[in-house]
């Protein structure tokens, strides 16, 4: 499996950005697919969730009605569609995936390297 994420980049606040992550070597499995963000000195942390066996989402309180985490049909790309940034929200983000059902994506074992964002005036 692998996962490349792109999309990355430098915004002020209140824009948006959306974090594209290809993916490829599932083959018709289900899995569990999501975006992390980390900061140093910081745990990496989940953003949203999205499985493929139902699509049921989930996402952190603090990115609920501003971020989107979507899959295509052929379940080749997943887009996280992030509006009105905050500063808060500058961090590495990350797509990761894990086979079947992961609720939180706290089972995810396979990773991409991440692109930045980065939320300043």
């Known amino acids: 499996v692998q996962l490349v994420e792109s999309g990355g980049g430098l915004v002020q606040p209140g824009s948006s950005l959306r974090l594209s992550c290809s993916i490829s070597?599932?083959?018709?499995?289900?899995?569990?697919i999501g975006w992390f963000r980390e900061v140093p000195g910081n745990k990496r942390e989940v953003v949203a969730c999205l499985q493929t066996s139902d699509n049921a989402t989930y996402y952190r309180d603090s990115v609920k009605g501003r971020f989107t985490i979507v899959i295509t049909n052929t379940k080749h790309m997943v887009y996280l569609q992030m509006n009105s940034l905050k500063l808060e929200d500058t961090a590495n983000y990350l797509c990761?995936?894990?086979?079947?059902?992961?609720?939180?994506?706290?089972?995810?074992?396979?990773w991409g390297k991440g692109t930045p964002v980065t939320v300043s005036s």
């Open positions: 070597g599932f083959g018709g499995r289900h899995f569990a």
């Open positions: 990761a995936a894990g086979d079947g059902y992961s609720l939180y994506c706290a089972d995810v074992s396979y």
